[in-house]
């Protein structure tokens, strides 16, 4: 099974199946090797101010942490010399976020939100990432920082 | 008007009007001077993680993150010697999350979530709060610190 | 071997061999399994500001950094059954910061200054504590959140 | 009197009349409306581990603290239509951490530690800045993002 195969299987899974993620209409629309993409469509259910129809910063911290743990899962991914289905039951049960930081830097202004994200710490036990949110025209909209258990 | 009435309006446009709060379904419970309370009862859309039925952490992000703005903004009015109808129209729409820490403790399992907060620094222009979540069974599920622009 | 002897030699070594620690002044004054206590006395060479004589915040980061790792070993050596020496040599080294948090609360005057902590998270893997800055008044300078590595 | 001229004044006082940077060797060596570097010589004294010869965190924080607010400070300047040396008597002593994250990359190994910023957030009250640290060889030993109190 090629790593690919494995991050496709995550993406479905976070796209499609967790509740949550559903509820919100989050999208993971790039998971590879090289990098990660989870997006938003702009809609009436995640204002968080009425008069000035931004993002709520839940939605925010939402997206960056979702970013983060798929980030940190694609590192677990990379690491193993020859990545096979039980990553999927064994590994990605044990994900989970141990604390995360958001900085907000302007009002989340838009029609869609792209997070991306990098790890900046790797091991086989925690991992760091740094993530950041924009809007469809560039607009950098938060930064985001993770410490994820991987193992 | 007095300090409490100011507050129960803000509680009730954090409750019943914001957009995200009424999609997730989550309540301001109590909301005075001595502190304040905004829960949310366990629901399948909350849901992070299918085989354990645990409260996706951007519930969690949310509810500190809504409890920090509501303790910082308490302080606002608190800090007025005549508070009046004004600070709603006028701080409330300056109150902005600047950065948020969350910390997750134990995963999200209960039936019903109580995040409360406290000031642990104030000025007028920047408000320090900590926060917390327990689950109805008193256990601790999270930690937030959040930095919240007040003025 | 008892933990409290395995504490008292860490204890030692933080207060006198790490260079460091013995350039700033700063001491383990208490250390046991209820609690943990890093103390240094204010002087010249600590301050920030020449103006107003306060702490630099690079010691307060220091004095909640330290306090934090010793927090999280303590909680190393209570999770073993039967605690020896050899915790000394194999879990000691590997104790190392992932991540800090600090929040000045209000500036760094006093003659003392006093730092403790609290474990929020535990596991084998990795450690979450709050630490707390107080001056010899009891006045409240700071507040820190560490993630630590234990094994 | 022109914007560089009130850097390089602050930049003579961190390097030279802050009592703890001339206690732990740190110099601003450079300071322009371009970037802020601050950078330490390894020394006996700020070790924080015997057995492996590597940097003490809390010289990892001072480092990334110093350097972010000497980053905000420049902002501050940089927003001046005409700047003059009153900011150095109105807004220096304004400035202030209010809180710092710190992420631990990899081991405090090298001969010389330089420490960059950049600023991501900018206001007349508050800004918030990044920071990394490397080693003389270009390693990359920490993260840090701190919230800065300007005005």
């Known amino acids: 099974m090629t790593s690919q195969l494995i991050l496709d299987k995550v993406s479905a899974i976070?796209?499609?199946?967790?509740?949550?993620?559903?509820?919100l209409g989050l999208k993971v629309v790039r998971y590879?090797?090289?990098?990660?993409?989870?997006?938003?469509?702009?809609?009436?259910?995640?204002?968080?101010n009425v008069h000035q129809q931004i993002l709520h910063g839940g939605v925010t911290a939402t997206l960056l942490d979702v970013t983060g743990g798929l980030?940190?899962?694609?590192?677990?991914?990379?690491?193993?010399?020859?990545?096979?289905?039980e990553l999927l039951q064994q590994k990605l049960p044990k994900l989970?976020?141990?604390?995360?930081?958001v900085d907000y830097l302007r009002p989340g202004r838009g029609?869609?939100?792209?997070?991306?994200?990098?790890?900046?710490?790797?091991?086989?036990?925690?991992?760091?990432c740094?993530?950041?949110?924009?809007?469809e025209e560039g607009s950098h909209i938060a930064f985001g920082t993770g410490t994820y258990l991987v193992g």
């Open 14 to 23: 976070f796209s499609e199946q967790l509740p949550f993620h559903r509820h």
């Open 32 to 48: 590879d090797t090289e990098g990660v993409e989870v997006a938003i469509d702009m809609a009436d259910h995640l204002i968080g």
């Open 71 to 85: 980030t940190a899962f694609a590192g677990v991914v990379a690491r193993e010399v020859d990545p096979g289905i």
């Open 96 to 101: 989970g976020t141990i604390d995360l930081r």
């Open 111 to 128: 029609q869609r939100f792209i997070a991306t994200g990098t790890i900046i710490r790797t091991g086989n036990k925690v991992a760091v």
């Open 130 to 135: 740094r993530m950041e949110l924009h809007n």
